[in-house]
């Protein structure tokens, strides 16, 4: 249901996510799920400590990027530049790693370094981006160069490529009506090519 209703109602999904783990608050998936709807819905505490929450009951660390992306929520880019130097990181799958380039480039904008922002894209994970990766990566490179106040190569960048400043976000889930037999969800992404935003200021429980 939630995953349903993800697109359409994101505060609905969100309590039907909360109606889950109040039935089975131990099970790692409806804890996910918990974790995804409250990023949805622009609660990046609660969303971090649901997704710490998984990554102690079933060890995975597919949740990183989305980890980072909360701690730029919430006004806290030190933080989620602090996770991307874990040394789990270089275990990730490749896009995984990419995902978390993104982030770590929105986080350098946001402590006002569109140079470092660049620098993050250069790397050599990120030059290996699949296809729709590669869009993403060209999206938030335009947004670093206009931030270094090159907004002529930026426009440039973005019509060669044939990107648009569009935002989009890939959300995988599965039904919460499925509870402990459904699939592993995948990895979750913000699908944005954020710039500094203030975020949710809330601290963590």
Same mark, same amino acid.
Not at 9 to 25: I, K, M, T
Not at 130 to 156: H, K, N
């Given at each position: 249901?939630?995953? *349903?209703?993800?697109?359409?109602?994101? &505060?609905?999904?969100?309590?039907?996510?909360?109606?889950?783990?109040?039935?089975?608050?131990?099970?790692?998936?409806? +804890?996910?799920?918990?974790?995804?709807?409250?990023?949805?819905?622009?609660?990046?505490?609660?969303?971090?400590?649901?997704?710490?929450?998984?990554?102690?009951?079933? =060890?995975?660390?597919?949740?990183?990027?989305?980890?980072?992306?909360?701690? *730029? =929520?919430?006004? +806290?880019?030190?933080?989620?530049?602090?996770?991307?130097?874990?040394?789990? @990181? *270089? $275990?990730?799958?490749? $896009?995984?790693? #990419?995902?978390?380039?993104?982030?770590?480039?929105?986080?350098?904008?946001?402590?006002?370094?569109?140079?470092?922002?660049?620098?993050?894209?250069?790397?050599?994970?990120?030059? *290996?981006?699949?296809? $729709?990766?590669?869009?993403?990566? #060209?999206?938030?490179? /335009?947004?670093?160069?206009?931030?270094?106040?090159?907004?002529?190569?930026?426009? %440039?960048?973005?019509?060669? $490529?044939?990107?648009?400043?569009?935002?989009? &976000?890939?959300?995988?889930?599965?039904?919460?009506?499925?509870?402990? %037999?459904?699939?592993?969800?995948? !990895?979750? @992404?913000?699908?944005?090519?954020?710039? !500094?935003?203030?975020?949710? /200021?809330?601290?963590?429980?």
């Amino acid at each position: 249901m939630a995953g *349903r209703l993800l697109d359409d109602d994101p &505060e609905l999904a969100y309590a039907h996510a909360q109606a889950a783990v109040r039935r089975a608050g131990r099970v790692d998936v409806v +804890r996910e799920a918990a974790g995804i709807t409250a990023y949805r819905t622009g609660r990046y505490a609660e969303a971090l400590r649901e997704l710490r929450t998984v990554r102690r009951l079933n =060890g995975s660390n597919e949740h990183l990027p989305l980890m980072a992306d909360c701690e *730029r =929520g919430l006004g +806290r880019p030190e933080r989620a530049l602090a996770i991307a130097q874990d040394e789990v @990181v *270089r $275990e990730l799958p490749p $896009e995984l790693q #990419v995902e978390l380039a993104l982030v770590v480039s929105g986080a350098r904008l946001d402590l006002g370094d569109p140079e470092a922002a660049l620098a993050v894209l250069d790397g050599p994970v990120v030059a *290996r981006a699949t296809a $729709e990766l590669r869009a993403r990566v #060209v999206i938030a490179r /335009a947004a670093a160069l206009e931030a270094a106040g090159r907004a002529e190569e930026a426009s %440039s960048l973005l019509a060669a $490529e044939g990107a648009t400043g569009r935002d989009e &976000e890939d959300v995988v889930v599965y039904d919460l009506e499925s509870e402990a %037999s459904a699939p592993r969800a995948g !990895a979750v @992404v913000d699908r944005r090519s954020r710039t !500094a935003e203030g975020g949710q /200021a809330e601290d963590e429980a």
